[in-house]
C-alpha cells in the first residue's frame, strides 16, 4: 500500500494528518482498506510512508492487524515504482496487490482478483478501472476487445474515453522484470512501468465509484457514499 504522500492538495488537513489517516465514515481509511485486503485473502501488508510517518506506524501498531502489516519509512521519496522497486522482495516471488492509501471504492478486490487467476497464461497483472466524471483528471485506459490495455493516457485535457485506472494492481512476479528495466531514479506505475505492460495488463471493472480523497471534493464525496 502506498502511503507516502504529501497531503498538499488537502490544505491544513494534509499537513497535520496523512490521508490514509482521514476519517472516512466510522474508521481511517486505512483501517477500511486494511479490512479490504485482509478480507480478500491478503495475507501480510507492506504499507510505505513518509509524511507523518509515525502517525501511520502509531494506528497499526494499536490496530488488530498490526502482526500483518510491516509498515516502512522512505527518507527521500522513491517515486510509486520505486517504491516497488525496492520493496519487491516483500512479494516472496508470489502475485501481489499494489493500491494506494487514499483511494477510496467499495468491495471489488474479491472479484479483482479473481479476474486476475482467470487471465491467458501471457497476462502480466490486472488493473481495477472505473468509468471516470472527470476523466482528464484521471489516467484513461483503452484497451482491445479481449480487455488488454493497449494504451494509457495520463491527465490528458481531452482523453478518448471515460474509463480510468483506479491505481490498483495485482501484478505477477513477472512484473518484476519490468520494473528492473525502469532507468528514473523516481520512476512512476503510471507513468513509467504501465507503458511497459501494455498488452500484458487486463482490466477488472468497477461496479461503484472509485475515489480519490486527496482533494476536498474528492473527500467530502468519499465521506456522503459512507452515509
Not at 491478503?42 to 494499536?62: G, S
Not at 516497488?84 to 502475485?95: I, S, T
Not at 479473481?114 to 487471465?119: L, P, S, Y
Request: negative net charge; aromatic residues 6%; glycine residues 10%.
Amino acid at each position: 500500500m502506498l502511503a507516502a504522500g504529501l497531503g498538499t492538495r488537502l490544505g491544513e488537513l494534509g499537513r497535520d494528518t496523512p490521508k490514509c489517516l482521514i476519517q472516512v465514515g466510522s474508521e481511517p481509511l486505512l483501517g477500511r482498506l486494511l479490512e479490504q485486503l485482509f478480507d480478500a485473502g491478503i495475507e501480510k501488508v507492506l504499507v510505505n510512508t513518509h509524511h507523518r510517518a509515525e502517525l501511520i506506524r502509531d494506528y497499526v501498531a494499536q490496530s488488530a492487524f498490526a502482526s500483518r502489516v510491516l509498515v516502512t519509512y522512505e527518507p527521500e521519496l522513491l517515486g510509486t515504482a520505486g517504491t516497488l522497486r525496492a520493496n519487491w522482495d516483500f512479494f516472496q516471488g508470489e502475485p501481489g496487490i499494489v493500491l494506494h492509501g487514499d483511494n477510496y471504492f467499495g468491495k471489488e478486490l474479491p472479484g479483482l482478483l479473481e479476474t486476475f487467476d482467470k487471465r491467458d497464461k501471457d497476462i502480466l497483472g490486472t488493473m481495477l478501472v472505473f468509468e471516470s466524471d472527470s476523466p482528464s483528471e484521471c489516467g484513461i485506459i483503452e484497451t482491445d476487445e479481449s480487455g488488454r490495455v493497449t494504451a494509457f493516457h495520463e491527465k490528458f485535457s481531452n482523453p478518448p474515453g471515460r474509463t480510468a485506472s483506479a491505481a490498483v494492481f495485482v501484478f505477477s512476479p513477472k512484473v518484476g522484470e519490468s520494473i528492473e528495466l525502469l532507468k528514473a531514479e523516481t520512476p512512476d506505475i503510471s507513468q513509467d512501468l504501465i507503458p511497459l505492460l501494455l498488452g500484458k495488463i487486463n482490466v477488472h471493472q468497477s461496479a461503484g465509484h472509485v475515489i480519490d480523497i486527496g482533494t476536498p471534493q474528492g473527500l467530502r464525496a468519499a465521506i456522503h457514499e459512507t452515509i
